[in-house]
């Protein structure tokens, strides 16, 4: 069922995504009378799911989702219908207008996904404001896997700075660390994290070699949590020792059980033996054994989001408008500054399971258009890359002709076209391997 939900999310955002693009190109074609022949959602290879024609355009869905396009007449694009190339030019060709009405035809897609992304921002803003945890209030720290304790972090560290830059938002109500904390440490290329260790300031050196390795993980550490008992499950064995919603575990076997992440390592190497289980339940200290035949407790842990005390920015119509433009323009530029870490972790470059994989497993509207917006922005950025057979490509050889005022030799665009496709065409096998490989793992 989660990978239902999943899968519907990824199919409904690509959809919008790939409308509103084709919509870009779409308008100003029209616009500037310049004949569109298909507009289609999915690419339709050998045969389509639905087509309809209206005037001189066909608008269908094909089978395909990986994306869609729209056909403008005479021009060079992904179908190569290189016999209409052959003919005179018509009024109502692409190759007929001026340089200027192309550059913006071809521009249009990659506009409204940046306005797309402005759009979804300012509303989400407005309607759930953002909600974050100071990090003066995250009082439990962080929890650290083997390579954060690895690299010098220590668990229930309190993170105070990067780079000597106070970090102010430490967690999202999700539970998540907050996005500024991973842009800084991992697109702004930090140096040194200041941790509050005991009333302490303690620095700890971020290294290329942490930073390789979390790039390959995409962990290092997470806010951390006590282990409140929130609910049991039907066969719960703590609930049969005598635990209570609201129990707070202490110590498991005399060891200290302070926060969630260390009694969800511990209890699996239980497996099959009894287990002196000590929790706190309203100031009395309270402990039973309990056999952990399984290795589970069964028992189910108080949301992130009841724990801490958070903060919310709320915005109106007035305010959201800088606000969300300021977002727009930083998620562009943390988009920009991943490609280097392509270099960096090659094996991190993922797929449309990847992309599935960053939706969450049940419908979150808020979760739904906030990732919406960063594919839109994703859409935008990667189709501006100068490569033949994308809107990129498109505009290096309109600009070209801007500035020299020579059309670029047909048979020269069409291999460059040729050659763009068979490039996408290996990074779409090269991305979705990945996926595949990471799966099979």
């Known amino acids: 069922m989660e990978i239902l939900v999943k899968a519907g999310q990824l199919l409904l955002s690509l959809s919008i995504l790939v409308i509103l693009h084709e919509l870009g190109h779409f308008i100003p074609a029209k616009l500037f009378k310049t004949r569109v022949e298909k507009f289609y959602l999915f690419f339709d290879p050998w045969f389509s799911l639905f087509k309809k024609k209206v005037g001189d355009t066909e608008y269908g869905v094909g089978w395909l989702p990986l994306g869609g396009y729209v056909k403008i007449s005479g021009m060079i694009d992904e179908s190569m219908d290189t016999d209409q190339m052959k003919k005179e030019p018509q009024p109502w060709e692409f190759r007929s207008k001026p340089a200027w009405q192309r550059l913006i035809i071809m521009l249009g897609g990659v506009t409204v996904n940046v306005i797309l992304a402005f759009v979804i921002y300012s509303f989400s803003l407005v309607i759930w404001g953002e909600k974050y945890l100071p990090s003066e209030k995250a009082t439990y720290g962080i929890h650290c896997d083997s390579l954060a304790l690895a690299a010098g972090f220590q668990e229930g560290d309190m993170i105070y700075s990067i780079d000597n830059k106070v970090v102010e938002r430490f967690a999202s109500e999700s539970g998540a660390l907050h996005p500024e ?3 800084r440490l991992i697109l702004d290329d930090a140096k040194l994290v200041t941790v509050t260790r005991g009333g302490v300031m303690v620095d ?3 290294t290329e070699e942490v930073k390789s390795q979390v790039l390959a993980k995409t962990k290092l550490f997470t806010p951390n949590i006590p282990f409140i008992i929130d609910g049991f499950s039907e066969t719960s064995v703590m609930q049969s020792a005598g635990a209570e919603v609201g129990d707070k575990i202490l110590k498991i076997n005399n060891e200290d059980m302070s926060y969630a992440g260390d009694v969800m390592q511990y209890t ?3 497996k099959g033996d009894t287990a002196s289980v000590l929790v706190d339940r309203g100031g009395e200290e309270i402990s039973f054994d309990v056999f952990l035949a399984e290795g589970v407790m069964g028992v189910q842990l108080r ?7 958070f903060e919310k920015e709320q915005y109106n119509a007035i305010s959201v408008i800088p606000a969300a433009l300021t ?3 930083v998620e562009i530029a943390n988009y920009l500054k991943q490609f280097k870490l392509i270099k960096q972790s090659p094996e991190s470059v993922g797929g449309f399971i990847s992309i599935g994989n960053i939706f969450p497993s049940v419908w979150d509207w808020q979760r739904f258009w906030s990732l919406t917006a960063f594919l839109s922005i994703m859409l935008a950025v990667l189709n501006l890359l100068p490569i ?4 990129g490509g498109h505009v290096v050889f309109l600009l070209y002709e801007v500035l020299t005022g020579r059309q670029p030799n047909e048979k020269v665009m069409e291999y460059a076209q040729t050659v ?5 065409l290996g990074l779409v096998i090269y991305a979705n391997g990945n996926d595949i490989f990471k799966l099979l793992s």
């Open 181 to 183: 904390v991973i842009e």
């Open 204 to 206: 700890v050196p971020f």
């Open 268 to 270: 699996p190497t239980l």
């Open 303 to 309: 949301p992130f989001s009841t724990l801490y005390e």
């Open 327 to 329: 977002k727009t323009g």
């Open 388 to 391: 033949p057979a994308l809107d």
């Open 420 to 424: 763009g496709i068979i490039l996408l």
